[in-house]
C-alpha cells in the first residue's frame, strides 16, 4: 500500500511560480512511475506529467510543456512538480498519483492552486 500527501498549493498571482511536493509512503517508491493530474473546476480530470521510476524519463501535457518541470527525490519518498509562469487557467486541484506501471493505482488528496489575474 502507499499513501501519498500532496502540500505546496496556494493562491498565487498570474506570472508567478509554485513547487508542488507529493509525498510518499511505502518502501516501493522507488519503484513507481508518478504523475500530476489536475481538475479545474466543471472539468474533467486532465494530464499533467508523469515521470518514471529512474527519472530519467518524463512526459507533459502541452500546456505544461516549458512552464513545469516533474522530479523526484527517491531518498526522500518525494515527487515534485516546479509551476512556472502560472495563468488563471492553471487553478485547479492538483493530484499527485503513482503506480507499478503507469500513474493509477494510488491517489493523493490533491492540493489547491489558484491563480489570480
Known amino acids: 500500500q502507499v499513501q501519498l500527501v500532496e502540500s505546496g498549493g496556494r493562491l498565487v498571482q498570474a506570472g508567478g511560480s509554485l513547487r508542488l511536493s507529493c509525498a510518499a509512503s511505502g518502501r516501493t517508491f522507488s519503484s513507481y512511475v508518478f504523475g500530476w493530474f489536475r481538475r479545474a473546476p466543471g472539468k474533467e480530470r486532465e494530464f499533467v506529467a508523469a515521470i518514471s521510476w529512474s527519472g530519467s524519463s518524463t512526459h507533459y501535457s502541452d500546456s505544461a510543456k516549458g512552464r513545469f518541470t516533474i522530479s523526484r527525490d527517491n531518498a526522500k519518498n518525494t515527487v515534485y512538480l516546479q509551476m512556472n509562469n502560472l495563468q488563471p487557467e492553471d487553478t485547479a486541484t492538483y493530484y499527485c498519483?503513482?503506480?507499478?506501471?503507469?500513474?493509477?493505482?494510488?491517489w493523493g488528496q490533491g492540493t489547491q492552486v489558484t491563480v489570480s489575474s
Open positions: 498519483a503513482g503506480g507499478a506501471e503507469a500513474p493509477r493505482d494510488y
